[in-house]
């Protein structure tokens, strides 16, 4: 199975910056065997989508609501997935959590197979 760690997660100020990284790790894990996302949820909302990956990273998929704020990379080398967070504002706090799926490309949660724990993003303003 797959093992997946998230760090980078903080307090930050209305504006500022943060990046997750996401490290994975497994008996039979192949970075290219693997479409990736980060996923978020807030108190009282719904888990969302934040942004997916294709296995090569040539593909990628936004929510609207951090589109021209936020970039989802990877290094497959190092087994890392990347969050950059930029102009961050109080509706991005949530607990972001690292997903892994056998598609090449996934936009649902339904469709990823393995999960980080999550860690926690607050924003103040």
């Known amino acids: 199975q797959v093992q997946l760690v998230e760090s980078g997660g903080g307090l930050v100020q209305a504006g500022g910056s943060l990046r997750l990284s996401c490290a994975a790790s497994g008996r039979t894990f192949s970075s290219y065997d693997y479409a990736m996302a980060w996923f978020r949820q807030a108190p009282g909302k719904e888990r969302e989508l934040v942004a997916a990956i294709s296995t090569t990273g040539g593909i990628t998929f936004y929510a609207d609501s951090v589109k021209g704020r936020f970039a989802i990379s990877r290094d497959n080398a190092k087994n890392t997935v990347y969050l950059q967070m930029n102009s961050l504002t109080p509706e991005d706090t949530a607990v972001y959590s690292c997903?892994?799926?056998?598609?090449?490309?996934?936009?649902?949660?339904?469709?990823?197979?393995?999960w980080g724990q999550g860690t926690q993003v607050t924003v103040s303003s």
């Open positions: 997903a892994a799926s056998v598609r090449r490309l996934a936009r649902s949660a339904g469709e990823y197979d393995y």
